[in-house]
């Protein structure tokens, strides 16, 4: 069981260029979410889905687009990348039972090390 | 908005020996849950354990145990008879009814064990 897998694990990038960052989880979650991680700030929530086709937005969603268009994966894309961006992100996912949070737990994938130069 | 302060940025303990961490959170709602998560160098975030507001009881996971003070707001995890795989940072969190988007995390702190 491979759980939540994250690609690439790290990524350096020009200011300007776009990029996706991969995120897979074979639990068959409905919940799935991207965090960024910055020191002193711990995790903050970019985007978050509840299920196929439903995505809505977090704390800190700009110059981040995702998409749902199946139950395991939810890409991260930045558009054009910006040196505030450079930040560790990282996916998590999680069950829903009838649409509210299960047992509260969620599953992280190791995390993807973005530098923008 | 729910806010989680952990206060402790670095700590250290001997191996064999009990360290706590501690976390306090501010919320004005009644029924919510509270998490410590573990980060390993390098390495995935995992569950350490995880408590219910409107349980009494305070949570135990092998040497991992929470002091709960629902009162004073306070969630504070001990690890007892700690060892070199303990070392990570280590996150408060906390989540409201309303679902997984209302997970707020705190800063981390980051635990050394020492042989």
């Known amino acids: 069981n491979a759980g939540v897998t994250q690609t690439p694990k790290f990524q350096v990038l020009k200011t300007g260029q776009s990029m996706t960052l991969q995120c897979a989880q074979d639990?068959?979650?409905?919940?799935m979410s991207w965090y960024r991680q910055d020191p002193g700030m711990g995790l903050r929530l970019i985007h978050y889905?509840?299920?196929?086709?439903?995505?809505d937005q977090g704390e800190v969603p700009n110059g981040y687009n995702v998409s749902r268009s199946t139950t395991e994966d939810f890409p991260l894309r930045l558009l054009s990348a910006a040196p505030s961006q450079t930040s560790v992100y990282f996916c998590?996912?999680?069950?829903?039972?009838?649409?509210?949070?299960?047992?509260?737990?969620?599953?992280f994938g190791e995390g993807s090390r973005l530098t923008v130069l | 908005a729910q806010t989680v302060t952990q206060s402790q940025p670095e700590m250290s303990v001997q191996e064999a020996e009990t360290v706590t961490l501690s976390c306090t959170y501010d919320?004005?709602?009644?029924?919510?849950?509270l998490f410590w998560y573990k980060q390993p160098p390098s390495r995935q975030m995992i569950l350490v354990i995880r408590?219910?507001?409107?349980?009494?009881q305070n949570a135990t996971e092998n040497r991992f145990s929470v002091n709960f003070q629902k009162a004073a707001k306070s969630f504070s995890l001990k690890i007892s008879d700690s060892q070199l795989g303990d070392t990570a940072m280590y996150f408060c969190?906390?989540?409201?009814?309303?679902?997984?988007?209302?997970?707020?995390f705190g800063i981390g702190t980051k635990l050394q064990v020492i042989p």
């Open positions: 998590a996912s999680s069950y829903l039972a009838g649409g509210i949070a299960n047992t509260g737990e969620l599953f």
């Open positions: 639990m068959n979650h409905e919940y």
């Open positions: 889905s509840v299920g196929a086709g439903i995505t």
């Open positions: 919320t004005s709602e009644n029924n919510y849950y």
């Open positions: 408590q219910e507001a409107y349980k009494q």
């Open positions: 969190a906390f989540m409201s009814p309303g679902g997984y988007q209302k997970v707020t």
